[in-house]
Every structure is written in C-alpha cells, then in structure tokens.
T-cell receptor, first 116, second 112 residues
C-alpha cells in the first residue's frame, strides 16, 4: 500500500533560522512527490514537486526539498524562515498504478510556526 | 482566470438533509477531484473524474455521489447528511500530462 508520513505534528522555528519539515513515503516503483502549503482558511497551494532528475528540487517562496531514495524521504527545507511561512504543510505522493487518475495520497500535515 | 472555485463556502445541515457542493474550474483541466480534510488525517480522496462524463471512487466514497456533466464542473452530493460528514471539502483539478493539482478555497460543512 502507498502511504505518506509526516512524523511531526508541529515544528517551531525562530525567524531567520533554517527550517525542515519531514516527510517519508512508501510506494511501489519510482515516486512522484509533492509539497503543498495551506494558509488559514485557504485552499492548498502547490509549492514544489519531484518527478525525476536532480534530487534537490527548488520551489516557490524560497523553499526546496531533497529527495532521498535510500531513506524514502522528501524533506522540505528553507535556509531562513519568515514569520509569514507559518502555515500547515502537506507532503503528498502520486500513485503510479495505471488508471489511478493522478490521485494524490497526502500526509496528515505539519503545522509550522515561525516566531519573531 | 478564477482558477478553481467552490460554492458554497459554508453550510450547516441537519442530519438527513441533502445538499450539493459545486466545483468549477476555468483552466480547461481534464481531471477533477473531491477531498475531505479532517484534523490529523490530511486530505482523503472521495471521488474523482478523469474527464467529462466519467467519475470514479476514491478512498472514502460512501455517503457521497458525484457528477461531471460538463468539463468545467464537478458536483459532490450528499443524499442524507450524517454528523460524520462534518468536514472541510476541497475540490482540485489538473491538466492531463501535468502532475500537480490546483485546489479551490474549500467548503466548510457542519452536520448537526
């Protein structure tokens, strides 16, 4: 079965410090991996994706993520956190079985809180 | 270009009532999806559609029906609402050949 795990319900970071939001996955074959962000009372916004190629993927708002096949991880990172980065972050994996219609499997979400 | 829109934004239903949530997208996307979001559980797929006139079940389809009569619209119906269907519902769409989905702002539904 395919699954995504975000081991931390909440991550607290001081503004200006680097941040990491963790994600591990379980999927047959090569994964397509995604990060989305949700601000309060809003829908999800696409941040970045890994499909193939370079293991370090750069996305919106200065975020990046590193794909590690041996550790089955796709951690989200940012070198210097901003208060405005405070939001709920979701990791997702795409099922690769034919006819699954591009469905995404989401982790449970990690609440990022950046304090001034 | 409004992207993905959802109506209504909020709704309160009594147990046993019915309602329809509307999702509309103006990006000419082939694929559309309905998710529900519950605390600590992420998003779970209810139903999805890979094109006009087609629908398929997702992870948690029981108690819901959908229709995709027009390419730009994807309707989610609750025939007899239950308190367990209290949730935030998100619609998403994507174009064929692309991987990422684009989400609407959500509908907050409370069933009492």
């Amino acid at each position: 079965a395919q699954s995504v795990a975000q081991p931390e319900d909440q991550v607290n970071v001081a503004e200006g410090n680097p941040l990491t939001v963790k994600c591990t996955y379980s999927v047959s074959g090569n994964p397509y991996l995604f990060w989305y962000v949700q601000y309060p009372n809003r829908g999800l916004q696409f941040l970045l994706k890994y499909i193939t190629g370079d293991n370090l993927v750069k996305g919106s708002y200065g975020f990046e993520a590193e794909f590690n096949k041996s550790q089955t991880s796709f951690h989200l990172k940012k070198p210097s956190a901003l208060v405005s980065d405070s939001a709920l972050y979701f990791c997702a994996v795409r099922g690769l079985i034919y006819n699954q219609g591009g469905k995404l499997i989401f982790g449970q979400g990690t609440e990022l809180s950046v304090k001034p | 270009n409004a992207g993905v829109t959802q109506t209504p934004k909020f709704r309160v239903l009594k147990t046993g009532q019915s309602m329809t949530l509307l999702c509309a997208q103006d990006m000419n996307h082939e694929y559309m999806y309905w998710y529900r979001q519950d605390p600590g559980m992420g998003l779970r797929l209810i139903h999805y559609s890979v094109g006009e006139g087609t629908t398929a079940k997702g992870e948690v389809p029981d108690g819901y029906n959908v229709s995709r009569l027009k390419k730009q619209n994807f309707l989610l119906g609750l025939e007899s609402a239950a308190p367990s269907q209290t949730s935030v519902y998100f619609c998403a769409s994507k174009v064929g050949g692309k991987r990422e989905q684009y989400f609407g702002p959500g509908t907050r539904l409370t069933v009492t």
